[in-house]
């Protein structure tokens, strides 16, 4: 009797080992499901986060580069205000990104920088490549020595050409010349001078009203140059 109670018990014990040998293994197979999903989950946040990361990146790249080639198209200098509205960008995102890519060119071995002009932005040519390019553009590329001329005429214009050769130097007469045969100046005759005045060109490639006043006004507070009345020192040097 004895034997059989034994053997009665040993029967459960063994039965009750098995049951939980099985329990444990199902439990263990429970948790290392919960364990993979939670590591899933864990991996598939991560990867959300990078993909979330990536798009931002890109979108940020696009928006760049809408900017630089809205620079390059306008041949002309833009505010931050309106490449902000034409390209439905916030201002102050325009803004950094715009001297992002001034920044970029002037670290860059190339012929293009991006020139702030007052509150404007413009893409030209670098000034040691402007006078050998020039004769390839219309308009978009003009020389320096050119260039001062041509701001001392619209400053102060209308302008007898001798007065102008005056202030710049018996250099003007060629510079003027230039500036006529390409459509930035009108020279109507007076006396036995010429009278001159900038063009609509002149106005639209730097982006300045039409108007005389308003473009004289433009280019004090805009462009910094001196006030209308104060004249340069007249130069004799030929330039």
Not at 33 to 61: G, M
Not at 160 to 168: A, H, P
């Amino acid at each position: 009797m004895n034997n059989s109670n034994e053997n009665l018990d040993n029967n459960i014990d063994k039965e009750l080992n098995e049951d939980l040998e099985e329990f444990s293994e199902d439990l263990d197979e429970e948790l290392d499901e919960i364990t993979k999903t939670e590591k899933n989950e864990e991996e598939s946040i991560e990867v959300d986060e990078l993909d979330e990361e990536l798009l931002k990146r890109q979108v940020r790249e696009f928006h760049r580069n809408l900017i630089e080639a809205s620079l390059y198209a306008a041949a002309r200098p833009l505010n931050i205000e309106e490449l902000s509205t034409k390209l439905e960008l916030p201002k102050k995102e325009v803004e950094e990104l715009t001297n992002e890519i001034a920044f970029d060119y002037l670290d860059r071995s190339t012929a293009l920088i991006i020139a702030q002009i007052g509150d404007r932005y413009q893409m030209q040519i670098r000034p040691e490549y402007t006078e050998k390019v020039s004769k390839f553009a219309k308009g978009g590329a003009i020389a320096e020595r050119y260039l001062r001329t041509l701001t001392v005429i619209a400053l102060k214009q209308p302008i007898l050409k001798s007065t102008v050769v005056k202030l710049r130097g018996t250099g003007a007469y060629e510079h003027v010349k230039y500036l006529i045969d390409n459509g930035f100046l009108n020279a109507v005759k007076k006396g036995r001078s010429q009278e001159l005045t900038t063009t609509d060109k002149y106005a639209d490639m730097f982006g300045l009203p039409k108007n005389i006043s308003q473009l004289k006004k433009a280019m004090v507070t805009q462009l910094g140059v001196e006030e209308e009345g104060k004249s340069e020192q007249p130069r004799e040097n030929k330039e």
